[in-house]
């Protein structure tokens, strides 16, 4: 009978894999332990560069790390498998494929695509969470163009370059300057026949703000940028209907279109509802100062699956890349305190830095008062989120994959999602 400890982690994205990252450093032979994380991809995906994989600038393996190649390897176990369960009473994990055990718990599943008001007889709508997302998004943004420059009747054409990008927050917003540039700095260019005038792109918002947290001045410069590019902002404006070529806007308007990118927002894995912890409005399980389950020894949590709310200012931490690599580091630090019984460390945030990327060469940046705008902002945003990259070769790819852009544009090979027949 194996008499360590068990600690397990769930979920290998940005939570999960610092978690890990941070025990294979620090546990010692002395700890006595056994650490095992559970994921349903084998790698990890950096994914606040999804948008810019969505709209081709960066290479979908540039931001995919095999969590069997990291660091320390052989002081893990991982399984690639799908989480069904925990039962805390019994300290139990269901999988797929069978069984877990553990002692200690970190939970790291993040969040899914907020489909709650999603029609859904909606057709043609993509959500933008995952790299297999971001690879559909990108060959059917190509497939509309390959089309529409063989479409002889006009309102098709038009029709099948219409981009709907629905929710103007954080991701919308990254999302859809993105998506300007991949359709005016390459597509046309290589689709030259295709006419300018016939292509909108609209990004639809049910508030009467983009970005509502943001400060007032950036999203002033925000709503001009986009504006000044050409994307037809709506406000106050929500897809109440969706057909399979149609959505009506307000129960009153109809954009005729075939692509509609859904970035309304998010909420937590929905395998968390099912745990019997105390949640809030959208599925994050409430944690105390140590980032712990309360009333469930041995269970933290991290991530955009868990509630923390900061006492003094009543804030919650937000769902970012960020929160989640210091939550893991705390998560795991009071998992070996618990091991050795020494003091745990409690969580805190503070004021984060805002940065928000505007296309290939544009950002704005806000830490406390200090507000910088256009591609000083970019530089920034390139450098913060290089630093998160977890290991050299794949930051090395993704800044070869800038340059590459700037060089020589986004590559436009169509790489369809299913066998080739012969009549293709
Ligand atoms: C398009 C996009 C742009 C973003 N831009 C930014 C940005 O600019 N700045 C920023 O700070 N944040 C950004 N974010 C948010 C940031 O990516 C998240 O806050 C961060 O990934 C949260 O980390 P996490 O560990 O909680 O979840 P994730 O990183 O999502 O990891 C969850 C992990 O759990 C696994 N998993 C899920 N369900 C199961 C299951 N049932 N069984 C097994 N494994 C499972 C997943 O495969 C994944 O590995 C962006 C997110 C997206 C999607």
Redesign the pocket.
Known sequence: MDSRSKILI?????????SLMYLVKHLKPDDNSKLTI????N?????????EV?MGAIDPRSIAFPIRKLKGSERFNFIQ????DVDFSRRIVT??IGEEEYDYIIL??????SLAECDPNLQNYYT???LHD?MLIRNHIIEMFEQAIVEKNTENRKRMLTFVVSGAG??GV??VAELRDFVHNDLLKVYRSINHEDVRIILIEPQPKIIHEMHTKMGAYVMNYLKKKGIDVWLKSRITQGQENQIEINGETGIDTNTVIW?TG?VA?P?LAALGAKIDNIGRIFVDEYLGVTGNQGVYE?????HFENRKTGKVA???????VRQ?KIASRNILADIRGTAKKRYYFSDAPE???LGAASAVFRFRTIRLYGFFARFI?MAA?SLLVIDAHKRTRIITDWLLELIFGRDTTLLKDKKYKYDD
């Open positions: 769930l979920g290998a994205g940005f939570g999960g894999t610092y559970i994921s349903d991809d790698f990890f995906t950096f994914a606040p560069m999804l948008h969505a498998t799908a989480v069904k999988t797929a790291a599943l993040g969040s899914v695509s933008l969470k995952n971001a954080y991701t990254q999302t970035v998010v894995n395998l991290t991530g955009d699956c868990a937000p769902p970012r890349a960020h929160m989640a893991a940065i928000i990327t945003w989120y």
